[in-house]
Nanobody
Framework: QVQLVESGGGLVQPGDSLRLSCAASASGRTFSSYAMAWFRQAPGKEREFVAAIGSNDRSTYHADSVKGRFTISRDNVKNSVYLQMSSLKPEDAAIYYC???????????????WGQGTQVTVSS
């Protein structure tokens, strides 16, 4: 069982940076054994893959739309995963969700645990 709590969202201007955090409380299995990911969902759109990181902390995957601007990382001591976002664009505005699963994939259905989300708004 894993409980995930996202934080760090807010209102920023285009070109700004923001760092999202996801704190995990794991029981029965260590946080480090989970693959972690960030997804986002804008109003009227489907949930979209943003980035994922493997349990070994060495494999990372980023959607083409955010590659070079966003970076996923994790700290297995703090049981946390992060999403560093830079050069934000209006189209990045969405609710961002943290997810935990067995494999670092792009498919939402492969993730077992989800947080409640944190809102990111990008507007001038």
């Amino acid at each position: 069982q894993v409980q995930l709590v996202e934080s760090g969202g807010g209102l920023v201007q285009p070109g700004d940076s923001l760092r999202l955090s996801c704190a995990a409380s794991a029981s029965g299995r260590t946080f480090s054994s989970y693959a972690m990911a960030w997804f986002r969902q804008a109003p009227g759109k489907e949930r979209e893959f943003v980035a994922a990181i493997g349990s070994n902390d060495r494999s990372t995957y980023h959607a083409d739309s955010v590659k070079g601007r966003f970076t996923i990382s994790r700290d297995n001591v703090k049981n946390s995963v992060y999403l560093q976002m830079s050069s934000l664009k209006p189209e990045d505005a969405a609710i961002y969700y943290c997810a935990a699963g067995n494999f670092a994939t792009m498919a939402p259905r492969t993730y077992v645990y989800w947080g409640q989300g944190t809102q990111v708004t990008v507007s001038s």
